[in-house]
T-cell receptor, first 115, second 115 residues
Framework: NAGVTQTPKFQVLKTGQSMTLQCAQDMNHEYMSWYRQDPGMGLRLIHYSVGAGITDQGEVPNGYNVSRSTTEDFPLRLLSAAPSQTSVYFC??????????????FGEGSRLTVL | DAKTTQPPSMDCAEGRAANLPCNHSTISGNEYVYWYRQIHSQGPQYIIHGLKNNETNEMASLIITEDRKSSTLILPHATLRDTAVYYCIVRPPRGSGAGSYQLTFGKGTKLSVIP
């Protein structure tokens, strides 16, 4: 059971470039989300999804797009990278409503640097 | 969502109990208290959660005051591997809408376990 898998683990971009951070989970979780964590700070929610075909904005959505075509995958797209998007990005998933404890399962993070 | 207040840092001697406080004075009657921890730069890890009663699992105990305005996470015998940032989070119950998924991570408490 791989859990939540994020790729790539490290990425360096130049300002204006685009890229996609991949997130996949194999636990059949209906809820998935993306957070960013800046140095010395807590995690801030970017976008989330409560199921395939459904996405919504979190606290800091500007500059990011998401889609959820399957239950397993929830990619995060940066259309035109900016230095302010230098951060560590975490993907998380949660079991269906009513199951288990409702906790979030996090990936190991993707460290992005925008020059 | 209710806000939480935690001390920025704490030290604990190895083998002793670590007691991490959290204030959540504006918590609503149906909101849960969740605790996560983040070791170094890894993805956060779920520890425990509760509503009104005290809870215990293999990792920790959670003590919630009768008025539910504060709680304490207890690591009974802290080890060096417990050195981490601990986050106290308040969230609505599962199935209560999108807000139940939007966890707010503050800066947490950095616990240092001293040999």
């Amino acid at each position: 059971n791989a859990g939540v898998t994020q790729t790539p683990k490290f990425q360096v971009l130049k300002t204006g470039q685009s890229m996609t951070l991949q997130c996949a989970q194999d636990m059949n979780h209906e809820y998935m989300s993306w957070y960013r964590q800046d140095p010395g700070m807590g995690l801030r929610l970017i976008h989330y999804s409560v199921g395939a075909g459904i996405t919504d904005q979190g606290e800091v959505p500007n500059g990011y797009n998401v889609s959820r075509s399957t239950t397993e995958d929830f990619p995060l797209r940066l259309l035109s990278a900016a230095p302010s998007q230098t951060s560590v990005y975490f993907c998380a998933s949660s079991p269906p409503s009513g199951r288990a404890t409702g906790e979030l399962f996090f990936g190991e993070g993707s460290r992005l640097t925008v020059l | 969502d209710a806000k939480t207040t935690q001390p920025p840092s704490m030290d604990c001697a190895e083998g002793r109990a670590a007691n991490l406080p959290c204030n959540h004075s504006t918590i609503s009657g149906n909101e849960y208290v969740y605790w996560y921890r983040q070791i170094h730069s890894q993805g956060p890890q779920y520890i425990i959660h509760g509503l009104k009663n005290n809870e215990t699992n293999e990792m920790a105990s959670l003590i919630i005051t009768e008025d539910r305005k504060s709680s304490t996470l207890i690591l009974p015998h802290a080890t060096l591997r417990d050195t981490a940032v601990y986050y106290c989070i308040v969230r609505p119950p599962r199935g209560s809408g999108a807000g139940s998924y939007q966890l707010t991570f503050g800066k947490g408490t950095k616990l240092s376990v001293i040999p």
